[in-house]
């Protein structure tokens, strides 16, 4: 089982090797993209529109998995630890702790859409917190929207853990030096 230590450890040398140190604004950036990424992915299935319920879901997990690489890469670049951010080694465990929240959400909000617009707020708060060189707003802030993602995941009965391991083990893979536009190498 991948834990949250060795996904990051992966992660920073992966994209160190395809992107060289990156300014801690460009991880960000990448955590807004995926996040809009699983909105439209979210509203397009709510809508019935634009693919199947199936594409929707597998379009919704490859966000949740994206914006936990960029997550685990800005906490790389900011040197701070993530298995100990948000206290857990693995993203089992993590998701285990977020179906004990039992939040109470508002009767014309459905729960994933809530949390996807909480993820969003949290990220807000990792940005404001950048802005302000605020290391420990920042570290609050990062346990905060993962923790909004694994509440997502949990309403959707998404398995977290498998989630990151699936993906990784395609987005691990790719060479931006080699291939600039896709990433993926040809044989």
């Given at each position: 089982?991948?834990?949250v230590?060795?996904?990051q450890?992966?992660?920073?040398?992966?994209?160190?090797?395809?992107?060289?140190?990156?300014?801690?604004?460009?991880?960000?950036?990448?955590?807004?993209?995926e996040?809009?990424?699983?909105?439209?992915?979210?509203?397009?299935?709510l809508?019935?529109?634009?693919?199947?319920?199936?594409?929707?879901?597998?379009a919704g997990?490859d966000?949740?998995?994206d914006v936990l690489?960029?997550l685990?890469?800005?906490?790389?670049e900011?040197?701070w630890?993530?298995?100990?951010?948000?206290?857990?080694?693995t993203?089992?465990?993590?998701?285990?702790?977020?179906?004990?929240?039992?939040?109470v959400?508002?009767?014309?909000?459905?729960?994933?859409?809530r949390l996807?617009?909480?993820?969003?707020?949290?990220?807000?708060?990792?940005?404001?917190?950048e802005?302000?060189?605020?290391s420990?707003?920042g570290k609050?802030?990062?346990?905060?929207t993962?923790?909004?993602?694994?509440?997502?995941?949990?309403?959707?009965?998404w398995?977290?853990?498998?989630?990151?391991?699936?993906?990784?083990?395609?987005?691990?893979?790719?060479?931006?030096?080699?291939?600039?536009?896709?990433?993926?190498?040809?044989?």
């Amino acid at each position: 089982m991948l834990t949250v230590h060795d996904f990051q450890t992966q992660q920073i040398a992966w994209a160190r090797k395809n992107f060289g140190k990156a300014y801690d604004y460009q991880p960000l950036l990448g955590m807004i993209e995926e996040l809009g990424e699983l909105a439209h992915a979210l509203l397009k299935g709510l809508q019935g529109i634009r693919g199947t319920a199936a594409e929707h879901e597998e379009a919704g997990k490859d966000a949740v998995a994206d914006v936990l690489v960029y997550l685990t890469q800005y906490c790389s670049e900011k040197e701070w630890a993530l298995d100990e951010i948000v206290g857990a080694t693995t993203f089992e465990e993590l998701q285990a702790a977020q179906k004990d929240l039992g939040f109470v959400l508002g009767q014309t909000v459905p729960p994933c859409v809530r949390l996807v617009l909480e993820a969003c707020t949290a990220l807000g708060k990792v940005s404001a917190a950048e802005c302000n060189g605020d290391s420990q707003g920042g570290k609050l802030a990062v346990a905060g929207t993962l923790s909004k993602i694994a509440s997502y995941c949990a309403v959707r009965s998404w398995d977290l853990q498998k989630i990151v391991e699936d993906t990784w083990a395609v987005v691990s893979k790719r060479d931006w030096t080699k291939n600039r536009q896709t990433g993926q190498v040809t044989p």
